[in-house]
């Protein structure tokens, strides 16, 4: 068998590996040059703060106020605080049910803080609001209190002294206590939502 030449033979290798850089290569460099793409970071969503249960108690009734106007008082009040959206707050019909059914008895005496706990016990809420509301002469005197039902502590106080009709007390006063003692219990500030108009409607007997 007649052998190849030796330049022959490095003219096929020469060939043969040009053909094979030729369909390697190509796809290679491509790989190489390709940008890649960046993953952007996930972002973790700050988990929202769980909202505590809490009630409102029926104001006290002192001197010169009857105990349906602090009973009244105390809606305004808290219809103020539910707008707020800061606690998860017992509606007041719910209250009285429970509060019966569990043979709770709420008296003029239970401004107490002792009495207020055993309340919040029986609501199994956290957070309980009392006050006192009171008038001596054309002053009226209001003290609201927000009890902390595990430690049994008095944990936020607003008190106003307002010389005026007890229409303005329902309207103004009493959605600004609730302001008041929120931006107390969670250092937020709250603006007025509304001028509380449908109150004084409401104490008036117009709705």
Request: aromatic content about 6%; hydrophobic content about 40%; overall charge neutral.
């Amino acid at each position: 068998m007649r052998s190849v030449p030796l330049h022959q033979r490095a003219l096929v290798l020469s060939i043969t590996a040009i053909f094979v850089l030729s369909v390697v290569a190509p796809p290679f460099v491509s790989a190489q040059q390709r940008p890649q793409t960046q993953q952007r970071p996930q972002t973790r969503q700050q988990p929202q703060p769980r909202r505590l249960n809490g009630a409102v108690l029926d104001f006290d009734a002192r001197s010169g106020i009857e105990r349906g106007e602090a009973a009244t008082l105390s809606d305004a009040f808290q219809t103020e605080l539910v707008s707020l959206r800061e606690f998860n707050v017992i509606d007041r019909a719910r209250l009285r049910q429970i509060l019966e059914e569990q043979g709770f008895q709420q008296s003029e005496a239970c401004s107490q803080v002792e009495c207020i706990v055993e309340a919040g016990k029986i609501l199994k809420v956290e957070r309980m609001f009392a006050g006192t509301i009171g008038k001596v002469g054309t002053l009226y005197n209001v003290i609201i209190q927000v009890i902390d039902i595990s430690s049994a502590q008095i944990v936020a106080t607003e008190s106003r002294q307002y010389r005026g009709d007890i229409e303005d007390l329902l309207s103004e006063m009493m959605p600004e206590m609730a302001r008041g003692l929120e931006t107390e219990l969670t250092g937020k500030q709250f603006e007025p939502k509304s001028s509380g108009v449908s109150w004084v409607w409401y104490a008036l007997g117009a709705v």
